[in-house]
């Protein structure tokens, strides 16, 4: 086994560092008054925000917090993956992989970890327990970045690896949204006799991105879906544009800026929630800064973007467009990015679920985690 126990411990100089370039923030001078979230972040929020991390906000004791939950590092094939690996609570926990997205972390997962690990203690029933591990994607947080180009297509065999030959899990449920439902899709495609069901919180995006069919024999239905994808993309999708053509040009300043890379996150952040253009009605400014310092500690921002720029120039997952056959449940948040329609999920997947939720956004786990988890232990007690 190759399975190492791994703790958080960010080291005093990166801090220090950070305090200063915090200090030193030259702001764009904007004279527009309506200057908000509509051209892409909220400058007086970001001020306040930036102000509040180089005042207030605690390194320390959110490292803590973290640190609560069984962090490990594995070396997987070429690459040492960081995961949380918490053991289930119940008479028959099945182990349950959960992958986060773009622009978030596995800290999207924290939440539910403690509510799917110990139903009992949250309101649940015991049999509905499950091992939940939380792997971050390579070139995310703690795992180390890809070392050659194509990484980003063989998550699926990393996941498999780490799951069946390092954990020695026979068979495993997997879950994800946004990169974690592409993820959890390719897993069930390479892999489909190690899946007892997955559960996604939207239809893959490669599944639009790479279609070749003929658009005329969709449903009426399907046809709005592409269209409204069209206009999504057209209208919120310049970070995507930038990340999959010219990477580096936005990596160089993010890397180097603070305020800068907690622009480029909290923008999405705020956009993709159901908070009525308040983030702060979801996310404390603890939380929010915790992602970003995830980010700005690991210095991983740029090697976040392959995920982006690869699909795109010829790096595609094998087996990508085969059926799934593994039982596939859906919850649909309302304020996700573009809702697809059932008839379109169940041209790729054999859907036994779906779910429209009554509200949340794309970070469901985060968002919602209640209805997250309710919905998880819906799909999978059939499955056991």
Known sequence: MSIDRFEIRIAQDVLDDLKERLQRTRWPENKIAEADFRYGVDV??????????????????????????????????????????????????????????????????LKVIPLLTDPAANGGDAKDSFDVIVPSLPGYGFSEKPKKVGTTARVAEYWAQLLTEELGYKRFGAAGGDLGSAVTQELAQQYPDRLIGLHLTDVPYQNWAFFDGDRSTLSAEERDYFKRGEEWSNREGAYAAVQSTKPQMAACGLNDSPAGLAAWLISQFQSWTDCNGNVETHFTPDELLTHVMIYWTTQTISSSFLYYYE?????????????????????????????????????????????????????????????????????FRPLR
């Open 44 to 109: 007086s929020y970001l001020k306040t925000l930036v102000r509040y991390w180089f005042e207030k906000y605690d390194w320390p004791a959110q490292e803590k917090k973290l640190n609560r939950f069984a962090h490990f590092r594995a070396k997987v094939d070429d690459l040492r993956i960081h995961f949380i690996h918490e053991r289930g609570r119940g008479p028959s926990p099945i182990p349950l992989v959960l992958t986060h997205g773009w622009p978030d972390s596995f800290a999207r997962m």
């Open 311 to 379: 699909p795109l120039h010829g790096y595609t997952p094998r087996d990508m467009k085969k059926y799934v056959e593994a039982p596939t449940g859906f919850a649909l948040f309302p304020k996700d990015l573009v809702m697809a329609p059932r008839r379109w999920a169940e041209r790729f997947f054999n859907v036994q679920r779906w779910t429209e939720m009554p509200r949340g956004g794309h970070f469901a786990a985060w968002e919602e985690p209640q209805l997250f988890v309710e919905e998880l232990r819906e799909f």
